[in-house]
């Protein structure tokens, strides 16, 4: 899709609408991962960090991703919600640039995403300790043994308090195509008040 020109009016009337059609153009172009987002967050001094992360749901609210909320994502997301996301859909020639405020999800709504992932998952919240130092493989292998008796795949196994979901409210949505000679099309929804602009930046 290099070249493939990306005009003022070829943009959705919300910056949902646009996604959602850009989403589903990579899927079925083949784009692996294509749920798949870069998750880039700061500390308290201002140190960034960056990992990938997979889109659960998106609607007018922002984008949700569920997590270990005492990794380092989620405690640096607790003393500062200030966040960006990446969509890097390098086979097509496009990008999607989010940033926004994170904040928690509804226990509910992270109680039934954790009840829907397969008994292994649920059992590796248990035995991770997201972001931690653990001395080799096997005290990982081992927690997820000691989960497994505690939990048997016949039983109740409930959302452990430090895993949940985040939603990235956007401030801003900006859509990149790429084009030829460096000179990419760069289209942007930023909210402004109670509405949203549409800004086109120089590439």
Same mark, same amino acid.
């Given at each position: ?19 959602? $059609? ?30 990938? #992360? ?21 405690? !640096? ?17 496009? $990008?999607?640039? #989010? !940033? ?19 008994? %292994? ?8 300790? $997201? ?6 493989? %096997?005290?990982?292998?081992?927690? $997820? ?28 949505? !900006? ?29």
């Amino acid at each position: 899709m290099l070249d493939r020109p990306l005009c003022e009016t070829d943009l959705a009337p919300t910056w949902l609408e646009q996604f959602e $059609q850009w989403l589903e153009q990579s899927r079925q172009a083949g784009v692996a991962e294509a749920d798949a987002m870069v998750l880039a967050t700061a500390d308290g001094a201002a140190r960034p960090s960056a990992r990938s #992360v997979l889109l659960k749901g998106c609607d007018e609210r922002g984008f949700v991703f569920f997590t270990n909320l005492a990794s380092r994502k989620g405690a !640096e997301l607790e003393h500062n919600p200030h966040a960006a996301l990446v969509f890097p859909w390098y086979a097509i020639s496009r $990008q999607v640039l #989010v !940033e926004g405020e994170v904040s928690a999800l509804e226990a509910d709504a992270s109680d039934r995403y954790f009840a829907s992932r397969p008994y %292994g998952s649920r059992i590796a919240a248990y035995a991770s300790r $997201q972001s931690s130092v653990i001395a080799d493989r %096997g005290a990982l292998e081992r927690a $997820q043994a000691e989960a497994q008796a505690r939990f048997p795949p016949d039983g109740p196994l409930p959302r452990p308090p430090w895993w949940g979901g985040l939603r990235l409210a956007p401030s801003s949505v !900006e859509f990149w195509q790429g084009r030829r000679d460096r000179l990419h099309d760069r289209l942007r929804y930023r909210r402004d008040g109670g509405g949203w602009l549409i800004e086109r930046l120089s590439p």
